[in-house]
DNA sequence: TCCCGATAATTTGACATCAAAACATCCCCT
DNA sequence: AGGGGATGTTTTGATGTCAAATTATCGGGA
């Protein structure tokens, strides 16, 4: 939204946050996405660290905690055990269920990986003092967690 | 980032604000998302917005209004010319560029959709007070902008 | 005038992304 | 035992997205 709309101060104000904030994230990725290796994407990324740090997962959690849609985590694994970072297993119990696990190669990336990205962001987020880090964390989560249903006034 | 990163307290705190601030985007994004008409796209209506606003544009101001690359832009202003909202014409004086603007029927679309959807973002930010927007806002405004590269420290 | 570098757009190939449809399985209930 | 609904995954089709290669055009300098 640029600065040539014409509202009510409120909306101003919340136009000109969602603005900022959105710009925000997308710099902030922008400049992670530089940091990673070539070949491999932020999903990619996301994905392999959720299993370095929770253990193996089961694609629809993997789904659930990267915010991304069922279909689309066919792919990202998919595209991942192609590389020989991960692989798939369908449960014995439930032969619906697909449990995604680090390969020894893929627990070897991720794990030297992830400290590089961590710095990189860590050098990002450096613009703030640490009390403003955790007062943009405070407003985020407000905004991320959005209006109860019930609450409609 | 999970919960179940070890690493000193300053990287906690900025990786902690960064899931917080692309969740915050995320989400909004998504609930915006399901405001728009079936069959516009985020990028198609934030093109036909900027449009609206500033007046024809030439495709690679558009591009870097939108933070998007060349090549997308030349796909998704071609999908808005297909579906009539906007012509593309090469200016005479210099042949290399493309002005891009909004058909009639594209100005009413944007210009009755505009409203609601700006109507909906004010509503996703009133969980924040009018002073947590403005903070919000300037504390994401210079994590956009980065650490300028000079300063090294 | 002609060549060459710069710039705008397009094309290409790979991946992401969603919604919806199709599959595969499971489990409850009759 | 069998039908039917629920659930996890996969597929499909359309769009978005980028980087890199290509094309078209322009402008300045030899």
Partial sequence: MGTH??????EIAALDAYLKLMRAAESVTARAHVALPPGLTLTQFAALEALLHCGPL????LA??????????????ANLERDGLVTRERTAADR????????????????????KIAASLTREFSVLT????????????????GRPAYATS
Same sequence: chains 1, 2.
């Fill in 5 to 10: 709309h014409q509202g009510s101060e409120t």
């Fill in 58 to 61: 089961f694609q629809s959690e």
């Fill in 64 to 77: 659930t905690k990267l915010l991304k849609s069922g279909g689309n985590l066919t792919l990202v694994v």
């Fill in 96 to 115: 619906r269920f697909v449990k995604v696990a680090l390969t020894p190669k893929g627990r070897r990336y991720i794990g030297t990986l992830f400290p």
């Fill in 130 to 145: 640490p009390r403003e880090q955790t007062a943009l964390a405070r407003l985020c989560k407000r905004v991320g967690l």
